[in-house]
């Protein structure tokens, strides 16, 4: 927790300097100079890892332009081919949206597993999460986050002197689905769904995702209810 109050601190003093910093769980380091770089903002996996719930859990991020289209993959395994050639980023574990406002905190709570990866995920399982955004200028930006799948991640992210001070939206920041969202995916739609993404035809309202407590379940539907 410290340590992610600390990155969250220093990506807020710093990201005037940088383009955008996950702060849950925390990026490789500070690629401001690579970032544009694929898979992973031109940072090698370093060895260190952070937990995250192996039934999904939150990503927060602190970005920097006036809006991002933003992609969310995972690429499992312990040495994944970071190499131009190959994509090993080829899950997606959230298709891409429209992230409004920069220079605060946004959060996904209850991001998914993909169905088709349950059956490689479980505690002890290491992978990379990769976010991606294309910004206006038509850069796209790289980041990515070392994991290691925990099934005591969830209980301690719930505690909501953890889970307040990671993850929030700022008021400035948001997000919105694209119109003419390939639907074709089921998972995709419910991925969606699940995220409380706005669609162009209406609202869909869900709290799934994380097998938390229900003191939990309890905070996330509050933070939910205000939501669109
Ligand atoms: C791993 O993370 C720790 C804590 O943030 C940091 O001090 C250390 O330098 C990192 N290791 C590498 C190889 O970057
Ligand atoms: C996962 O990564 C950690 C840290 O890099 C490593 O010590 C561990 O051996 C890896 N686990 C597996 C199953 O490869
Ligand atoms: C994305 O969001 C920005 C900021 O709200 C908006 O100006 C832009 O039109 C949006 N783009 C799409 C394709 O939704
Ligand atoms: C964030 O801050 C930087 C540096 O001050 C500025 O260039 C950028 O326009 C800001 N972004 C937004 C969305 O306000
Ligand atoms: C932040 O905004 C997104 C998009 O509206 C929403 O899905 C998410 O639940 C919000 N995060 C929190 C912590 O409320
Ligand atoms: C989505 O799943 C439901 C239930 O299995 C199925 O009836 C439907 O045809 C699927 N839709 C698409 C677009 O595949």
């Known amino acids: 927790m410290l340590r992610s109050l600390l990155l969250a601190a220093a990506a807020l003093a710093t990201c005037a300097s940088a383009h955008f910093v996950i702060t849950y769980p925390p990026d490789r380091g500070d690629s401001y100079n690579t970032q544009f770089q694929f898979p992973c903002g031109g940072l090698q996996n370093n060895g260190n890892r952070s937990f995250w719930p192996s039934t999904g859990g939150a990503m927060a991020i602190v970005p920097l332009h006036d809006f991002a289209f ?21 899950h997606i574990m959230v298709p891409t949206f429209n992230q409004t406002g920069g220079n605060g905190t946004f959060c996904l709570p209850s991001i998914k597993i993909p169905p088709s990866l349950k059956p490689l ?36 992210f719930a505690n909501p002197q953890v889970w307040n001070s990671v993850c929030f939206n700022s008021s400035n920041i948001g997000a919105n689905r694209l119109t003419n969202q390939e639907k074709a995916i089921n998972y995709t739609e419910l991925a969606l769904q699940e995220l409380n993404l706005k669609t162009a035809g209406g609202t869909a309202l869900s709290v799934g995702g994380l097998s938390l407590g229900t003191a939990v379940a309890a905070t996330m539907a509050v933070l939910l209810a205000g939501l669109w």
């Open 70 to 90: 933003t992609t969310i993959n995972i690429a499992i395994g312990n040495s994944v081919r970071e190499t131009t050639d190959i994509n090993s980023f080829n």
């Open 121 to 156: 995920v479980k505690a002890g399982v290491n992978a990379t999460i990769q976010i991606v955004q294309l910004v206006a200028s038509g850069s796209a930006l790289y980041n990515c986050a070392d994991i290691t799948f925990s099934d005591t991640e969830a209980a301690r």
